[in-house]
């Protein structure tokens, strides 16, 4: 089949589409705009494969849309191009508007045009598959209580309210023109390949500078940690296996506080690294606690009893033996985290629009 994949230079776009062309004899065209947080060396073991091709494409321009869709035929969209951090989405709202919102309803638009005009047989194996987030649900202030594929939306940024606007997008698609579509709502990723200014990799790598360890508020937001290896195979699952117009939640059955995960990395850079910074005899004198983010979520945390019954994924890793393999990848990647934070790591440009 041929797959369409949206923001496959991102982290979690990338660790799929290393799944796809490492597992399987599928197509891959990878369509991304190649912003700050893309990385092209993140798929640097696949990238000379024949069953890979790299566009670089804004999904704003619907023009390039068309003819994309028109010269790879696509069997199989995975929607995954998106702004996604919080902190920049309350600095800067709009960009998270027009790509998470206005590029989602290009992509969607278009999809469904090519699909009316797909001959029978290939257009009910299609399939759009959007790749949400457990941040649409709002948050949980309960302990015992789990979002569910039900959950009322309840969007607490503009982050949040950008991507439950795309999901309600992608339903509404599928109802009034019956394009099928499935869309899957995840818990926070970690693993390689990360860009540095998410939580984890910022934290490894600012403790492995001798820099503060900047921790919102106290500490106690909670949050259901995804390994990214099990999050690329849970998605392929869904878009091969999956069953359209449903949702499934994917979660990790990792629930930790922000000070249990910082901690945590302080305890394993401690134990591995011989040579730390000057200034630092324990990682954790690093850590500082700094004002709270304006409207920041207490509690994430997914059922994902719908993904495990009906399709049978459940998560490989625990988070301790996925951040153990993260830390270590970064222990051992610094060439990739250095040109990443030198803003070299996209010098190649691919089928540029």
């Not at 982050?159 to 926070?188: E, F, M, Q």
Request: aromatic share 10%; proline share 4%.
């Amino acid at each position: 089949m041929n797959f369409l994949i949206t923001g496959g230079a991102g982290f979690i776009g990338s660790a799929v589409i290393r799944y796809i062309i490492t597992n399987t004899n599928h197509r891959v065209c990878n369509v991304d705009k190649l912003t700050y947080a893309a990385n092209l060396d993140s798929l640097e073991e696949i990238s000379s494969s024949e069953q890979y091709q790299l566009m670089k494409i804004d999904i704003c321009n619907r023009a390039a849309l068309e003819v994309l869709f028109e010269e790879f035929q696509p069997d199989i969209i995975m929607h995954l191009a998106a702004e996604s951090h919080v902190d920049r989405s309350i600095d800067g709202p709009a960009d998270f508007i027009q790509t998470n919102i206005v590029g989602t309803f290009n992509l969607l638009d278009v999809a469904k045009n090519y699909w009316c005009r797909l001959e029978s047989k290939k257009k009910s194996g299609f399939l759009f598959h959007h790749i949400s987030t457990d941040e649409v649900y709002g948050d949980l202030h309960g302990t015992n209580d789990l979002f569910v594929e039900t959950t009322p939306y309840a969007p607490s940024s503009p982050y949040s309210a950008s991507k439950a606007s795309s999901d309600h997008l992608v339903r509404a698609w599928n109802r009034t023109y019956g394009i099928p579509v499935i869309v899957t709502n995840c818990s926070n990723n970690y693993g390689p390949y990360q860009f540095p200014e998410k939580l984890i990799p910022h934290m490894i790598l600012n403790a492995l500078k001798g820099e503060d360890l900047p921790i919102y508020g106290d500490g106690s937001q909670i949050r259901d940690w995804l390994y990214v290896d099990d999050h690329a195979r849970a998605l392929y699952l869904v878009a091969t296996k999956g069953k359209s117009g449903e949702t499934y939640n994917i979660g990790g059955h990792n629930e930790k506080t922000n000070l249990n995960v910082v901690n945590a990395i302080c305890d394993f850079l401690n134990e591995k690294v011989s040579e730390k910074p000057t200034n630092v005899t324990d990682f954790k004198q690093l850590i500082k606690f700094v004002k709270d983010r304006p409207g920041h979520d207490v509690r994430y945390a997914i059922n994902a009893n719908k993904i495990k019954n009906e399709l049978g994924w459940v998560p490989e890793e625990s988070f301790e033996t996925g951040l153990e393999k993260t830390i270590k990848w970064y222990l051992e990647n610094t060439t990739w985290w250095k040109r990443v934070l030198s803003g070299d790591s996209n010098l190649e440009r691919v089928g540029d629009e």
